[in-house]
C-alpha cells in the first residue's frame, strides 16, 4: 500500500509538472496497478490511477432504473465519490460537507455524484437525511466499485447489516472511500483514496484541487 499512498500524495502537485513529466507518472503507476476484485483488506485494495478511464460499468439510481456511468461522465467534468453507506457516521458527515460546497463546485463546472452499496430505498432515506441535492447511486452488488479497484472483505459483524443495507446484495464487502475527478473523456484527472475511514477529503481541500485542475 506504500507506493500507493505516495501516488495519491503527488495527485495535488502533479498539475503543475510538465506534460511529458506527468504522462511518465503515469506510464509508470499503471505498471504498478495489479488490481484484485476484493482485497483481503482496506489496506491491500489496488485502485484505477490518475490517467486511467472509468470503467464500463452501470450504477443504479433511486429509482431503480439502470444508468451508465460513462454516460454521466460524459455530460460534464465530474466528481466521483464512493462512500460505504448511510449506516457509516463519517460517511454522513462527509455528504454532507461537500454539500455545503456544491453550489461553489457547480459554479466551477462540475457535478458531484455519490456512489455506495446502499439499495435505491437506503439511497431516499440518505437524501431526505441530509438534503441533498447531488445524486446518489446504488452499487449494490459493489460490481462497479470492483471495476475501481476499491473493493475489500467487510470484518464479519458488518455482513448482516451489509446485506440489510443492499436489499440482499452485499454479503460482505466495503468499498475503500474515495473521491474521483473525471473530465469529459471519462479519463481521472485526480483521486483521493485512505483506507483510514476517519479521514476524508475535505470539501475545501476538493475546492482548491479542481482550482488547479481548472
Known amino acids: 500500500m506504500l507506493w500507493k499512498q505516495k501516488i495519491v500524495l503527488i495527485c495535488c502537485a502533479v498539475m503543475q509538472l510538465s506534460q511529458q513529466t506527468l504522462l511518465t507518472l503515469v506510464a509508470v503507476a499503471a505498471t504498478l496497478n495489479f488490481k484484485a476484485q476484493i482485497a483481503e483488506t482496506a489496506n491491500d485494495i489496488s485502485p484505477l ?5 472509468a470503467p464500463d460499468v452501470e450504477v443504479k439510481d433511486i429509482n431503480g432504473k439502470a444508468t451508465s456511468l460513462k454516460t454521466i461522465l460524459t455530460e460534464k467534468p465530474t466528481i466521483v465519490m464512493f462512500y460505504r453507506g448511510g449506516w457509516c457516521p ?7 460537507e461537500l454539500q455545503e ?7 466551477m463546472g462540475y457535478q458531484m455524484v ?4 446502499d439499495s435505491p430505498e437506503k439511497l ?3 437524501l431526505g437525511k441530509h438534503k441533498l441535492s447531488y445524486k446518489l447511486y446504488s452499487d449494490a452488488d459493489l460490481k462497479v466499485a470492483q471495476a475501481f479497484g476499491i473493493v475489500f472483505k467487510a470484518p464479519d459483524q458488518y455482513k448482516p447489516m451489509l446485506l440489510e ?3 440482499k446484495a452485499n454479503e460482505g464487502m466495503l468499498p475503500v472511500p474515495s473521491v474521483f475527478v473525471f473530465n469529459t473523456t471519462g479519463s481521472i484527472d485526480f483521486e483521493y483514496i485512505n483506507p ?3 479521514t476524508r477529503l475535505s470539501a475545501a481541500m476538493l475546492l482548491a484541487v479542481l482550482k488547479t485542475l481548472k
Open 49 to 53: 490511477l490518475i490517467g486511467e478511464n
Open 90 to 96: 463519517f460517511c454522513n458527515a462527509h455528504l454532507a
Open 101 to 107: 460546497a456544491e453550489k461553489e463546485i457547480n459554479a
Open 114 to 117: 455519490a456512489i455506495s452499496p
Open 124 to 126: 431516499k432515506e440518505s
Open 165 to 167: 443495507a443492499s436489499g
Open 196 to 198: 483510514n475511514v476517519k
